[in-house]
């Protein structure tokens, strides 16, 4: 078991349900922002405005390492990327829809809009051409006193017409893994935790940490 504890950079509960089941398989006491009394702050919208996944997620477990006074932290970045759509909405998945007022459900509804609209337009314009498959990408990002890694994790699939599933956030309700065996809405926590992209990227990270001695 670790001895040590460890900041996850994230506000997103979705994300957290998930994280927790994967740091519980690997006996690491992992806190959240919220939990250690972190305020949010405007800063925290304007970490990621880099233009790859590996940049965001340095930037907030950077960010959050500095804020917390030094706790080991955990970041991440992940997005959609869509081969219709040229690989959009990739790093800007989370504003998409440039509705800057909106957050959380609201504005997962408004990048789903934008999502099916682009759909419908590229299907169109595409003909032949046109196809449905992309994929997830997480890069989980590590930052303690002593140095930074990253570990990347990607998971295939298509985007739907129609949304499935109640659970999940985000593209969630129109992302399908065969490997999940429907969308990531329709898919269980601990079935998520065990294959998404995100548990791919965590995983990875963790195994590499353990391996350096930098959990204990």
Request: hydrophobic share 35%; charged share 30%; aromatic share 10%.
């Amino acid at each position: 078991m670790s001895r040590r504890r460890f900041l996850l950079a994230t506000r997103s509960e979705g994300k957290l349900r998930e994280l927790r089941e994967i740091f519980s398989e690997f006996g690491v006491e992992a806190v959240d922002l919220a939990t250690i009394g972190i305020p949010e702050t405007a800063r925290e919208n304007h970490l990621e405005e880099f233009e790859t996944f590996e940049e965001n997620a340095l930037a907030k477990a950077r960010y959050f390492f500095e804020v917390s006074g030094g706790i080991p932290t955990f970041g991440d970045d992940s997005g959609m990327c869509v081969d219709a759509l040229g690989g959009e909405p990739g790093v800007y998945s989370r504003r998409w829809s440039g509705r800057e007022d909106l957050e959380r459900a609201a504005l997962d509804a408004a990048n789903n809009a934008k999502l099916t609209t682009r759909m419908r337009e590229a299907r169109a314009e595409q003909g032949d051409r046109f196809t449905d498959a992309g994929r997830y990408v997480s890069v989980a990002a590590f930052k303690d006193a002593t140095g930074e890694l990253t570990r990347r994790g990607e998971i295939e699939g298509r985007v739907i017409e129609s949304p499935r599933g109640t659970g999940g956030f985000g593209y969630d309700p129109y992302f399908e893994a065969p490997e999940l065996g429907g969308t990531f809405a329709e898919s269980s926590i601990k079935n998520t935790a065990a294959g998404s992209h995100r548990a791919r990227a965590f995983r990875s990270l963790l195994a590499a940490l353990r391996a350096e001695g930098r959990l204990e």
